[in-house]
Nanobody, 122 residues
């Protein structure tokens, strides 16, 4: 089992920045890829970004490319999402996920965190 705990969400004005963290524990050796997803009220969960834990290869949704940066610190077993130039449409609950693969498909990921709320005011 892999346990994931997100932190760093909050309220920010449009144009501002936030950094989300996802601390992993347990059998992290089973996590080949990790990712961030988000879900806004009344909408389906959508892919934001993913990273290969060992190699650092990254992949982004078009909607966040150039504004968000995913990274990881292997020594701390922690993944990050630096979010800059935030827009009201970025408002959502953000979830981190881990699994044996990598990419934008949620079904790829076996483990999920509890989510952290990000609210961007206009």
């Amino acid at each position: 089992q892999v346990q994931l705990v997100e932190s760093g969400g909050g309220l920010v004005q449009a144009g501002g920045s936030l950094r989300l963290s996802c601390a992993a524990s347990g059998r992290t050796d089973r996590s080949y890829g990790m990712g961030w997803f988000r879900q806004a009220p009344g909408k389906e969960r959508e892919f934001v970004a993913s990273i290969i834990w060992s190699g650092g290869n990254t992949y982004y949704a078009d909607s966040v490319k150039g504004r968000f940066t995913i990274s990881r610190d292997n020594a701390k077993n922690t993944m990050y999402l630096q979010m800059n130039s935030l827009k009201p449409e970025d408002t959502a609950v953000y979830y981190c996920a881990a699994g044996a693969s990598f990419g934008s498909y949620a079904g790829t990921y076996a483990y999920w965190g509890q989510g952290t709320q990000v609210t961007v005011s206009s």
